[in-house]
């Protein structure tokens, strides 16, 4: 599956973005799709996750009550509605798609970089103070 991540920008602190992620090829709607994002200097961290139907999100702590992921299958995309943005969430954006496990711990399992083997390119999101 190929994943095309879009919407990053520049953005004061306080305000919003949505972060989009397009797949194609592959049945999309059997992956877990996650989003990470890589701030300069840092390792590349956990944002959030959501299951192959919806059914299960999970959050980095950094972002729970700010950033909700979501999904619509028939469209094959992911968005990343990013809400009360704060310098410390300047990093570029990546979305990953991993082969759904419901049977494994899901959210230790899918908050980490090890079930994710298709990555997108990656989009900016600077947020100024």
């Known amino acids: 599956v190929q994943l095309q991540a879009c919407g990053g920008g520049l953005v004061q602190a306080g305000g919003s973005l949505r972060l989009s992620c397009a797949a194609s090829?592959?049945?999309?709607?059997?992956?877990?799709i996650g989003w990470f994002r890589q701030a300069p200097g840092k390792e590349r961290e956990f944002v959030a996750a959501?299951?192959?139907?919806?059914?299960?999100?999970y959050y980095a702590d950094s972002v729970m009550g700010r950033f909700t992921i979501s999904r619509d299958n028939g469209k094959n995309t992911v968005d990343l509605q990013m809400n009360s943005l704060e310098p410390e969430d300047t990093a570029v954006y990546y979305c990953?798609?991993?082969?759904?496990?419901?049977?494994?711990?899901?959210?230790?399992?899918?908050?980490?970089?090890?079930?994710?083997?298709?990555w997108g390119q990656g989009t900016l999101v600077t947020v100024s103070s």
């Open positions: 090829g592959g049945t999309f709607s059997s992956y877990v």
């Open positions: 959501i299951s192959w139907n919806a059914g299960r999100t």
């Open positions: 990953a798609a991993g082969v759904s496990r419901p049977w494994l711990p899901w959210a230790s399992y899918y908050g980490t970089k090890t079930p994710y083997n298709y």
